[in-house]
């Protein structure tokens, strides 16, 4: 984001520079360093000169509060993508029909603040499939917070929708490219922007410290296995909770195959990862939407029990090394991430023991049961992935030998 001394972004200040080639941005205040000189004045349009006017310069003020966009996003938009979006016939569209009039009438209500505008704008221009992906976000976020006995405002529920993704403005391109997976350099990269997001909102707009927390959170899971910030079930807000569940259905989503039941049981293949009171809303979305599940299915060799293995492996490596530290009386962080590894993976395999696949041929399933084998196999594989990356970044406070004594037990984990 920005430093203490408001020393402008390097990647979001060459992406509003490339924005304004579309749209007109222009500077809102004048802008000033730390020191007093005028570097752009108020009134002036962006443009490529404003890139190396504020080159290794400290403001007076972040710049994206002394800037304003003229046209691009604004609440008219918004509210013609998603009527848009809503008049589409997918999965999801028919399942949020019933919601659709309030969320069209609350779009309209939106506070959208300015300097969010001019990230979403800033987006729309650099990076085309970003607002698609808010737009569908608010919808959901606002149709689950409009369901009975919800704590959660609407408005704050579609506002954490369309902004929570707003820290990956931040991000390098090429961080942000999930056509495979992320190294650990990449997923350093990735994992901060929720909590920029956090800042920037919370520093630079008068949005609702609960709208703010929230959107920090949308990667949190209530076992402790998200990010940024690791946190548990009691500390995660009830907005983020819901957040969490929309980042990981939209996500789901870009997949074909009955895109809703493969979110439905992402969402609870693992318990304990997601609140149930936004799952079963989701469930219920599958289950309106009736989307096809293909009888015919491809199950090479298989992937679910290349998964299974790797975790009663990994476990077994865990467990003993667990015990080995424990003789030597060794403390501390290599200890954390070892017990770490045994308490993911042991819930691995307890969801799995859950789905009463073990000891089945899979020629005695039903269609169904085929279908969510499957999806047990990628989402087994999926969860191992991400330990990997969090053991990982737990490890990179162990000195050298450390790191070595366990690095058997991410070796080759990582897969497409």
């Known amino acids: 984001m920005t430093s203490s001394a408001n020393q402008a972004n390097p990647e979001v200040l060459s992406a509003i520079v490339k924005a304004s080639e579309t749209y007109s941005i222009v500077a809102s205040q004048d802008i000033v360093d730390v020191r007093g000189l005028k570097l752009w004045a108020k009134g002036q349009p962006v443009s490529s000169a404003l890139q190396q006017r504020l080159l290794d310069r400290k403001l007076q003020h972040p710049l994206e509060a002394c800037l304003a966009v003229e046209d691009g996003v604004t609440l008219f938009s918004l509210h013609e993508d998603l009527k848009a979006y809503l008049d589409q016939e997918t999965p999801l569209t028919v399942a949020l029909r019933p919601w659709a009039p309030v969320l069209l009438q609350q779009v309209k209500q939106l506070p959208l603040h300015s300097v969010a505008q001019l990230l979403l704008t800033t987006a729309l ?23 009975p006995g919800s704590s959660v405002d609407v408005r704050l529920a579609m506002l954490g929708g369309l902004l929570h993704d707003i820290g990956e403005v931040y991000i390098q391109p090429q961080y942000l490219d999930f056509s495979g ?27 609702p410290e609960a709208l703010c927390r929230a959107i920090g959170e949308h990667h949190e899971r209530l076992d402790g296995s998200g990010y ?10 009830p907005l983020g909770r819901l957040l969490a ?44 939407a009736g989307e096809f599940l ?73 269609p169904r049961e085929l279908f969510e084998l499957e999806l047990a196999g990628k989402e087994l594989q ?9 053991c990982l970044l737990l490890s990179e406070r162990l000195g050298q030998l450390e790191k070595t004594w366990i690095e058997p037990l991410w070796r080759g984990v990582l897969t497409e």
């Not at 940024?228 to 807000?237: F, G, K």
Request: hydrophobic share 45%; with cysteine; proline share 8%.
């Open 125 to 147: 221009a650099t990076r085309p499939g970003t607002l698609p992906h808010a737009v569908v976000s608010m919808a959901l976020a606002g149709a689950m917070a409009s369901r």
């Open 181 to 207: 997976p992320l190294d650990l350099m990449g997923h350093k990269h990735l994992v901060v922007h929720p909590r920029v997001a956090q800042l920037l909102l919370s520093t630079t707009t008068d949005y």
């Open 228 to 237: 940024p910030a690791r946190l548990l079930e009691p500390n995660i807000s």
């Open 245 to 288: 569940v929309v980042e990981v259905t939209l996500g789901i989503l870009r997949t074909p195959r009955a895109p809703l039941t493969r979110a439905d049981f992402a969402l609870r293949v693992v318990p304990g990862e997601f609140d149930p009171q936004w799952t079963s809303f989701i469930c219920n979305l599958a289950r309106a």
């Open 294 to 366: 293909p009888a015919a299915l491809e199950l090479p060799g298989p992937p679910e029990v290349s998964a299974l293995q790797q975790i009663d492996l990994r476990t077994e490596q865990a467990k003993q090394l667990a015990i080995t530290m424990k003789m030597q009386g060794r403390i501390g962080p290599i200890l954390e991430v070892v017990d770490t590894a045994v308490l993911r993976l042991s819930r691995l395999r307890v969801a799995w023991n859950a789905l009463g696949f073990w000891g089945m041929d899979s020629t005695e399933l039903r």
């Open 382 to 390: 999926q969860r191992l992935n991400q330990l990997q990356r969090e």
